[in-house]
């Protein structure tokens, strides 16, 4: 059975920074494409973050462009998103999501469709007030 569980999230100041993390299970991180996205309430899906299969190539929404850096320790089945500079607009639930190679998977990375993959976790709230 498949898993992704997401910790690290929590209530931050802004202009702090957090670092979420999210361990997978059931199948091995190698060659899956991996990707953040996250909904604040009232809002849409937006996917954040994505990293391609090879993990050659990442992807950023310009909301988040040299803020956050998506990373991958394949040895240790986790998939990590470093936030700094957090700003109020960053509060929403973060979901981690991953799928196999392939070239609908790789254009959905490209486009930042990570909520439209075949495997996602529950997602951690992050909140960011004073």
């Known amino acids: 059975q498949v898993q992704l569980v997401e910790s690290g999230g929590g209530l931050v100041q802004p202009g702090g920074s957090l670092r979420l993390s999210c361990v997978v299970s059931?199948?091995?991180?190698?060659?899956?494409?991996i990707g953040w996205f996250r909904q604040a309430p009232g809002k849409e899906r937006e996917g954040i973050s994505c990293?391609?299969?090879?993990?050659?190539?990442?992807y950023y929404a310009d909301s988040v462009k040299g803020r956050f850096t998506i990373s991958r320790d394949n040895a240790k089945s986790t998939v990590y998103m470093q936030m700094n500079s957090l700003k109020p607009e960053d509060t929403a639930v973060y979901y981690c999501?991953?799928?196999?190679?392939?070239?609908?998977?790789?254009?959905?990375?490209?486009?930042?469709?990570?909520?439209?993959?075949?495997?996602r976790g529950q997602g951690t709230q992050v909140t960011v007030s004073t």
């Open positions: 990293m391609s299969f090879s993990g050659g190539t990442t």
């Open positions: 059931g199948f091995t991180l190698d060659y899956k494409a």
């Open positions: 999501a991953a799928d196999s190679p392939s070239p609908t998977v790789q254009s959905m990375c490209r486009e930042l469709k990570i909520y439209e993959y075949d495997y």
